[in-house]
T-cell receptor, first 116, second 110 residues
Framework: EAGVAQSPRYKIIEKRQSVAFWCNPI?????LYWYQQILGQGPKLLIQ????????DSQLPKDRFSAERLKGVDSTLKIQPAKLEDSAVYLC??????????????FGQGTRLTVV | DAKTTQPPSMDCAEGRAANLPCNHS???????VYWYRQIHSQGPQYIIH???NNETNEMASLIITEDRKSSTLILPHATLRDTAVYYC???????????FGRGTSLIVHP
């Protein structure tokens, strides 16, 4: 079974530039999550989709971050303009149903973003 | 804000059992306890979850106290590949925001 695919694995950009990350969840998984993980901390949820609708984006900095999930499958996360503090690993995860209903989430390997 | 408390680090000898504690004193009746681990430079990996009863799978055992205020993840025969950060997460059917704390950094040494 193919896992959650993310690209690119690494990205280095200058501050004020824009960047986009792509995620392909496991086939059939309705729920998709984007997390931000700063070095030394646990992952922080940015946004949660159920199919192509947003369930929760309360922790997404909407002045610079945006995310979409086309046709309820692939998803992109964009940062524009990037700040130094956005340097982190961006993780995508998917699950069959909404987390909390006794199911597990599968994570991709993440995209490591460095803003210089 | 994580609803769990874990020791920041632990170590264990290879081949011995690793017992990782987690305190979740404010857990409510419909909340599950999940454990994930994150090996360096990888995404978190699901290990096990439980509601009330103890659970066991091919990776680990989960022991939940009767009052459900704490739990222990047991890796019965730790190997060097079990070196990772282990996260204990509490989440319910009514709140779908999986919150990770800082976890426990487990180092398995030869």
């Amino acid at each position: 079974e193919a896992g959650v695919a993310q690209s690119p694995r690494y990205k280095i950009i200058e501050k004020r530039q824009s960047v986009a990350f792509w995620c392909n969840p496991i086939s059939g998984h309705a729920t998709l999550y984007w997390y931000q993980q700063i070095l030394g901390q646990g992952p922080k949820l940015l946004i949660q989709f159920q199919n192509n609708g947003v369930v929760d984006d309360s922790q997404l900095p909407k002045d610079r971050f945006s995310a979409e999930r086309l046709k309820g499958v692939d998803s992109t996360l964009k940062i524009q303009p990037a700040k130094l503090e956005d340097s982190a690993v961006y993780l995508c995860a998917s699950s069959l149903v909404r987390w909390g209903q006794a199911t597990e989430a599968f994570f991709g390997q993440g995209t490591r973003l460095t803003v210089v | 804000d994580a609803k769990t408390t874990q020791p920041p680090s632990m170590d264990c000898a290879e081949g011995r059992a690793a017992n990782l504690p987690c305190n979740h004193s404010t857990i409510s009746g419909n909340e599950y306890v999940y454990w994930y681990r994150q090996i360096h430079s990888q995404g978190p990996q699901y290990i096990i979850h439980g509601l009330k009863n103890n659970e066991t799978n091919e990776m680990a055992s989960l022991i939940i106290t009767e009052d459900r205020k704490s739990s222990t993840l047991i890796l019965p025969h730790a190997t060097l590949r079990d070196t990772a950060v282990y996260y204990c997460i509490v989440t319910s059917g009514g709140s779908y925001i999986p919150t990770f704390g800082r976890g426990t950094s487990l180092i398995v040494h030869p």
